[in-house]
């Protein structure tokens, strides 16, 4: 045999003595602290701090370091000595010359394990020998199908490149389950989660996935083997494993086959194991309960109940409590033989307290592990610790739950018992709620949530699958059809008004849970004083609902924030702080994801927030070129620094000092003192926006990243550039240094990671998946893992020692702006452009399984884009609810909404026969739309980025478009196709304008530049320079002759078209312009500003005629029109603004009056929040802020009501 063929075993392994030992002080310490029920590995690794892994390699008697086992004796109060372990020999190379990934989820421990030789060798033989692609293990509940998948995939683990164990008690839909598998079995190469997929890593590589409680995706009527509604695309899996070529193998336990096994039953493919009762389980079980009587008494025990092991288990309990532990006594009374195990649990549950019973209905609501403090929060009666503690003691002795921990939770074929029978009771109180009977307060509707809208995001999506979708489903079969569900349900609502007002319970958010789930229009609907907890009404519209006086607690519903560009947690991860588009800073209760504070202040988008290192004070910046303090005690305001001449993108408080670190796009780094507030020094040298900054642990050094490509070491004592580190071909969005100082990482958008040595300053290693800018990197507090966030709405983990993508988490739905991690590392926060925050939860360590713990959903009604139609007699609007709305001017009634784009909707254009509407938006396409029909006519997408204007020629049939893919594109609209690409610009194209004769095409740029191309021939006719900020906004004037133009440094230029002269410069707004537009004459200018504010300007003199003040956001969009607003048909000037906060507002331009307000619906428009308890002073301002009113009287106000000026 070659050396190759061959290695050396290093490490040691357990003797036999040292394996008895282990086994005997896990089974006392499982009995001293885990109720008697053997440990997980998951949890042995949580109380021993090894690997799962470590632990599966020890338990199959495989080699480890000595150091790994003595910290295992450690752990469990013992010494090692050299009597416990010996030196392996040589052995030949495993089949494979990769090294095993596993994952056991949830499996338990098996080191304890009796019996069962026949059926592990006949398994084993079916996997390795005749290589099965297809195996079932079936056997009736409680009879130890799991425990034998762990041992089978224990034995044969070396024989496979991955093993994987997942347990499907939940239900989970094939897609979630794929979603795990695919990037795991795929060593994080593919992230497509389909059967094609995973049957590809099925034929790549030599995969053995076992799935267990295969039970809860088979419908429970009569039709044996069919899977629910729903579960079908599990049936074909299972075919297409069983029927396609490849080299791995699929175990799935139960208590029943599934059709499509069944059928294919009985070549080599597909086999299955009938499992009986196991007399050697048996009969250890029967001596560890202590339970006296002969050999044969024992024997016949056992015989009685078919030697299953979880039916023995509680046939013992009630041995113990009624027999005094005799089984002579038990079998002369001759108890009779009960022939499932669901008889045997019903017995049990028949002899149960009311408290007993409300615990395990509880437990099985909640569907994992809970703590006794949880479980006493969920009980709506009041009980006490000491009677809280005595029910559950008396639920472990008779078996019916497991303990670890101080928590608690069913085993599956217990959880499966009882969730069936409460939806079933559930079912029947729901259909008998129509009788005369008076309402009783300890109905299960009153007593139990059937959502817990505040838990674990993959709890409720379990709840819903588990409890709501079968509850669903039997009150169809019974009661006919969905109407028929929703009148019932309405009776019932009615009663607990009229009968039960102001009754605690969960009655009132299991209604609106129900109709939520049954998609019911809940528009008038009346909660008033009500209970209303654990509502789930994230999402949901509730337009005039009166919640009068009701209790929302543990509620959850919308927030009124925008996209969130950044997220930071404190030190101790008990707030979350975030910042938004919407100007605002929040800060969020991780424990429960309610806010606890919003700080407004800002004029702009808030890019960056930091957190000093004692708590106490809060730095954030944005657009509006400030850095604000906040007091987090207090939510005050307590310093404006000002300095900074460009938008400020990053922040970062220096470790152990007082010094606060900006960069902005003013190229600069800016050093605060926190004390006196003072900048003490400006760091220069970057010749881009400097868009992150990072600290040294030691707060020593300063690193700074910018879009000019380069990276920046500083020495803040001497104020000197101390390296400049290059490779990224692109610029860097976000550097974060290393907790143990050693490296430095960076995202840019040249779609990598670089990971630096920070002494050196030398690239050690780039990382890199998919063309994909990264917008945020951050490290894990131990410096092993690093997390990066993504324009394609993934969040990668990768493991920086192998340079491995450990996890791909997928569930945002636009760009990750923001990532950061709890001081623990077991939170991941992440922010994103779909207006979402997500907590992931890290829940298994060694896997990096990262579970999606919360969500906090935003709504956002910024109205980015106002367009009039060529006969004024329509407005079209966009912004960021991905809607297009056309407007009546004169009534304020929203004519049409149209859908299709996916992202925000940056730009709107009639063509000038006002047959087509065109948008541009933020998911790369340009859309033309019929806007009598509503209908799409055409998607235009070769942009490569995001597309943020858009304006036709004066004769219709060409389209230009702009985008921050650096071009301009022309269209031709009748066949969808480019005709040309015009290059120039270096930075992002946000302004287009078409000169009224078609001659010229006039572009604006985020390189401060404005460019005229003759559109016939591709050239650039001129370059426009003046402005030293962002330009966004161009507009010729009605004659052609002048154009105007509004940037980011806060001017407005007039230019003569054809000597490119600039003629005048306004000033006067106070932020950022995005939008300048001309009144029909000419004589006026319009601009719309950050600063919540419309100027007119005379623009033959530059005079500021008139401010327009009434928004409270930022102004985005500005067009002016000449409409027929009177019976005569007089025509006046009128002039739209949009903004973000919502509203459209229509000025007179002679006058500057605003005389009507247009606002879509928000969420909680008109609901009625009057008199609420269970919420926040905080809770209740982003109600209002989404529309809810707290007036006893509810008033909406009509668009006929709104004043009208006079025409002129």
Aim: with cysteine; proline share 3%; hydrophobic share 35%.
């Amino acid at each position: 045999m070659t050396k190759t063929a061959q290695r050396k075993r290093r490490g040691v392994i357990l003797s036999s003595q040292g394996l008895q030992r282990l086994q005997e002080a896990q089974e006392q310490l499982a009995i001293a602290k885990n109720g008697g029920y053997a440990y997980t590995l998951e949890q042995l690794s949580d109380l021993t701090r090894l690997s799962v892994r470590s632990l599966g390699r020890l338990r199959s008697c495989t080699a480890v370091d000595r150091k790994t086992l003595e910290e295992l004796f450690r752990a469990l109060n013992l010494t090692l000595t050299e009597q416990d372990y010996i030196q392996p020999e040589r052995t030949a190379e495993p089949p494979t010359a990769q090294a095993i990934a596993q994952d056991w989820g949830e499996a338990p421990d098996v080191s304890r394990f009796y019996g069962r030789t026949v059926e592990l060798t006949t398994l084993s033989d079916w996997i390795l020998q005749d290589h099965c692609r297809l195996v079932g293990v079936l056997g009736i509940g409680g009879v130890g199908k799991t425990a034998l998948s762990v041992k089978l995939a224990e034995q044969v683990q070396d024989h496979f490149t991955y093993v994987v164990w997942r347990s499907l008690r939940n239900a989970p839909p094939l897609e979630t389950l794929l979603t795990e598998l695919v990037p795991f079995l795929s060593g994080q190469q593919e992230i497509k989660a389909d059967i094609s997929s995973f049957l590809q890593c099925l034929r790549n590589h030599r995969c053995l996935v076992v799935l267990d409680n295969a039970d809860t995706l088979l419908d429970s009527g009569n039709q044996s083997g069919h899977y629910r509604p729903g579960y079908e695309a599990y049936g074909e899996l299972l075919r297409l494993v069983a029927e396609t070529r490849h080299q791995s193998c699929l175990v799935i336990n139960g208590r029943e086959k599934g059709a499509q096994c069944a059928q294919r039953e009985g070549g080599l493919a597909v086999q299955s194991l009938l499992l009986k009762g196991s007399p050697e389980a048996a009969a250890a079980l029967i001596e560890a309960t202590e339970l006296t009587g002969s050999a044969l008494q024992k024997q016949q025990l056992c015989d009685r109940y078919r030697y299953n092991p979880l039916a023995l288990k509680m046939v013992a309990t009630t041995i113990r409590d009624v027999f005094n532990g005799s089984i002579t006594l038990f079998l002369e009374h001759n108890i009779t033989l009960l022939g499932d195990i669901s008889d045997l649990i019903q017995q049990q549950c028949s002899r149960l307290s009311i408290l007993e019973n409300q615990v395990m209905r509880w437990l099985a609501i909640n569907r994992e592990w809970v703590s006794f403090a949880q479980l006493r929060d969920d009980l709506t009666a009041s009980v006490s610790p000491m009677q809280l503690t005595e029910a559950l003691q008396r639920l472990s002795r008779r078996s019916l739950i497991e303990t670890n921990a101080g928590q608690f939770t069913l085993q599956p074929v217990v959880m499966e018992y009882i969730t069936e029978t409460l939806i079933n009771q559930v079912c029947d109180e729901i259909v008998d709620h129509s009788s005369s009977t008076p309402l009783s307060p300890a109905s299960l509707l009153q007593t139990y949530a059937l959502i817990k809208a505040q838990t674990k995001n993959y709890i409720r999506d379990s709840q819903i699958r588990m409890m709501v979708a079968p509850l669903i489903t039997k009150l169809l079969g019974q009661l006919g059809s969905q109407k028929d569900i929703v009148y019932q349900l309405n009776q019932i609502l009615y009663r607990l008004r009229t009968e039960c007002p102001n009754q605690a319970g969960y009655a009132g958010g299991n209604l609106l849970n129900l109709f939520r789930y049954l998609r019911v229009d809940l528009s008038n609907y009346d909660f008033s004083y009500l209970s209303i907890w654990q509502a789930e009404l994230q999402d949901v519209s509730l337009h005039r609902v009166n919640f009068a006086h009701s209790d929302l607690s543990k509620s959850s519903f919308t927030q009124p924030f925008g996209s969130i560009l950044v997220v930071a947690f404190s030190a101790d991860s008990q707030l979350l702080a975030t910042g938004d588009s919407n100007s605002v800073v929040y800060l969020w209760q991780v424990s429960d994801g309610q806010p606890r504070t919003m700080l407004r202040g800002h004029q702009g988008w808030v890019w960056a927030i930091s957190w000093s290192l004692e708590g106490d004070l809060l730095a954030s910046g944005g657009e509006d070129q400030s850095v604000r303090l906040w007091e987090v005690e207090t939510g005050r305001c307590c310093g404006i620094l000002k300095g900074h001449q460009r938008t400020v993108r990053t922040l970062a408080w220096q470790p152990n000092g007082h010094l606060l670190a900006s960069g902005g796009d003013d190229h600069e780094i800016r050093l605060w003192n926190r004390h006196t507030q003072i900048c003490c020094q400006i760091l220069q040298g970057h010749q881009n926006w400097v868009m992150s900054v990072a600290w040294s642990p030691d707060g020593q050094i300063l690193a700074s990243a910018s879009f000019d490509r380069t990276i920046r070491l500083w020495d803040v004592q001497r104020g000197e550039c101390l390296n400049v580190l290059s490779g990224h071909t692109d610029g860097i969005w976000s550097i974060a240094w290393s907790p143990n100082g050693e490296y430095l990482a960076t995202g840019g958008e040249d779609y990598s990671v670089k990971i630096w040595d920070a002494d050196s300053g030398q690239c050690l290693k780039t990382l890199q998946r998919r063309d994909s800018a990264v917008f945020s990197v951050a490290w894990s507090a131990d410096s092993k893992l690093l997390a990066s966030g993504c324009e394609d709405q993934s969040i990668t983990i990768w493991d920086t020692v192998s340079d491995r993508c450990l996890k791909t988490l997928e569930g945002h739905s636009n760009w990750i702006w923001a990532l950061d991690w709890s001081a623990d590392g077991t939170l991941l926060a992440s922010g994103s452009h779909d207006q979402s925050v997500q907590l992931w939860e890290m829940h298994n360590h060694q896997t990096s399984d990262y579970r999606k713990l919360k969500t906090l959903q935003g709504y956002s009604n910024s109205v980015f884009a106002v367009a009039w139609s060529p006969d004024g007699s329509t407005l079209a609007s966009s912004g960021a609810d991905q809607r297009i709305r056309l407007w009546h001017p004169d009534t304020g009634q929203c004519l049409k909404t149209l859908q299709g784009h996916r992202n925000w909707i940056w730009g709107l254009a009639w063509s000038p026969d006002g047959t087509t509407l065109a948008s541009a938006s933020d998911d790369r396409t340009i859309r033309l739309w019929n806007p009598n029909t509503g209908e799409c006519l055409k998607t235009l997408q070769d942009h490569t980025a995001w597309v943020w204007a858009v304006a036709w020629s004066p004769d219709s049939r060409i389209l230009a478009s702009g985008s921050s893919d650096l071009s301009v594109r022309l269209w031709d609209v009748q066949t969808g196709k480019c005709l040309q690409v015009l290059q120039g610009h270096n930075s992002w194209i946000g302004g287009l304008a078409w000169s009224p004769d078609g001659t010229t095409l006039a572009s604006a740029s985020d390189d401060c530049t404005i460019r005229l191309w003759d559109p016939s021939t591709s050239e650039c006719l001129k370059v426009l320079q003046g402005h030293d900020y962002w330009v966004e906004a161009i507009a010729w004037s009605p004659d052609g002759q002048t154009l105007a133009s509004g940037s980011y440094d806060r001017t407005i230029r007039l230019w003569n078209r054809k000597t490119g002269e600039c003629l005048n410069v306004l000033q006067g707004h106070e932020a950022m312009l995005r939008a300048v537009a001309w009144s029909p004459d000419g004589q006026t200018l319009a601009s719309g500003s950050h600063d919540q504010t419309v100027r007119l300007w005379n623009a033959q003199t530059g005079e500021c005629l008139n401010i327009l003040e009434g928004h409270t956001g930022q102004v985005w969009s500005i067009a002016c029109c000449s409409v027929a607003w009177d019976g005569a048909g007089q025509h006046i000037p009128i002039l739209a603004s949009s903004s973000a906060d919502g509203t459209i507002k229509f000025w007179h331009i002679k006058t500057g009056e605003c005389w009507k307000t247009l606002r879509a619906d928000r969420p909680y428009e008109d609901m009625n929040i009057t008199g609420v308890t269970g919420i926040t002073e905080a809770q209740r301002a982003t109600l209002k802020a989404l529309g809810a009113i707290a007036d006893q009287k509810m008033v909406t106000v009509r668009n006929s009501q709104l004043h009208q000026p006079e025409p002129i």
